[in-house]
Each structure stands twice: as structure tokens, then as C-alpha cells.
């Protein structure tokens, strides 16, 4: 799915000028990154509230069209309205075909009803992967296949299996950094439920 929206450059600053674009149901926003100068622009509200209600949103690399010149972005930083249905102000990060980008995607688990007809209980512990990789090689999300799992077991971020050109940003810190990803637990009071805490804080 590809994400393209309509923008337009912002000279009106300032807290008063962005309550009133608001109320003209525009999202202020802004363009940053690529060693370029930040640009403030606002968006139509009823587009951003439509595609940020998809995942890939937050993912994709998104296309503004600013005054005739289209630019590649990632979302890095959206503000909501407390307790209306929202969208305050974003953030957007400039994408350079030839510059490695460091983010966040989502994992997605499978498998999960055959782990949890072995009697366990599947346990998360991270929901997100921050990833390094060119903008051609950005993955909508990383796939965590729990179906093999045994009770007891716990899979970490080196059992991830990432796409061609993508590494994680924590385990190129070194092995300490390879995080427990979701466990296998033992039901309570189970025998394997020590064995599966003691693998989760390794």
C-alpha cells in the first residue's frame, strides 16, 4: 500500500496560528533530517486520521507532496488529543535512498494456538524491533513463527529471522544485548515455569 498525501509549506507559527489550523481540521506537522533544513507543513486531518489506522503507517515510507515536490518521510512522532479522536501534530523524518535508517517495526507472532495446545502459555515480552537497514529494505513488519516451541522454551532477538539487508540495532551492540523475545511459559505452578522465567531474564 503506498501513502501519499497531500501537503502544504506552513508560515504561520506559533501555538495561536496551529489551534487555529486545528479547527480548520489541518494537522500541523514538520520535515526534518537528510541535512536539510526543517520545513513546517500542514495536512488535511480527515487523510492522516483514515491512514493512521493502519499499521503500515507507521512502517512505510510515506510521500508528501509539498508544493509540486514530492518527499520521502517516515513518521517518527505523532501527538494526540487527549481524549478526542485526534491528531495534534507530527513528525516526519526525511528518507535518503542512500542512508541507512534506524527504526522501529512491529512483530508479528504466528503460530500461536499450536504452541498454546502444548499446554504452555505464550508470554511477550516486546511487541516492536528497532532495525537498521537501507529504505529499499524496509520491512512492513518481522514475522516470529512460536508454533516449534516446547514449554520452557523462550525465543531472543538472534532466533528473529530478519529480511536480506536488515540487522538489529541492540544485538550490534554485542551478545549481552540479545533480548528475550516471548516465552513458552509453564501454566502456574507448573514444573517448567521457573526453567521459562529464569530463560526470559537471561
Not at 22 to 31: F, S, T
Not at 143 to 163: I, R
Amino acid at each position: 500500500m503506498s501513502y501519499i498525501f497531500e501537503a502544504e509549506l506552513r508560515t504561520d507559527l506559533g501555538k495561536g496560528a496551529s489551534r487555529r489550523l486545528r479547527r480548520e481540521d489541518k494537522v500541523p506537522a514538520i520535515v526534518y533530517g537528510a541535512d536539510k533544513e526543517p520545513v513546517s507543513i500542514t495536512l488535511d486531518h480527515n487523510k492522516v486520521i483514515e491512514a493512521q489506522a493502519d499499521e503500515g503507517f507507521y512502517t512505510h515510507i510515506l510521500t508528501l507532496n509539498i508544493a509540486g515536490e514530492k518527499i520521502e518521510v517516515l513518521a517518527k512522532d505523532m501527538q494526540r488529543h487527549p481524549f478526542k479522536p485526534k491528531v495534534t501534530h507530527i513528525d516526519f523524518l526525511r528518507v535518503d535512498a542512500s542512508h541507512k535508517l534506524h527504526t522501529k517495526v512491529p512483530l508479528h507472532f504466528v503460530g500461536e494456538e499450536l504452541a498454546a495446545k502444548k499446554g504452555g502459555v505464550v508470554a511477550h515480552h516486546a511487541s516492536e524491533v528497532e532495525i537498521s537497514c537501507l529504505p529499499k529494505d524496509l520491512p512492513e513488519f518481522v514475522e516470529v513463527n512460536v508454533a516449534g516451541m516446547e514449554v520452557g522454551d523462550t525465543l531472543h532477538l538472534t532466533d528473529l529471522k530478519l529480511p536480506r539487508g536488515v540487522v538489529s540495532v541492540e544485538l550490534a551492540k554485542g551478545e549481552d544485548h540479545n533480548q528475550a523475545v516471548v516465552s513458552l511459559n509453564a501454566p502456574k505452578g507448573g514444573a517448567s515455569e521457573e526453567a521459562s522465567e529464569e530463560a526470559a531474564a537471561e
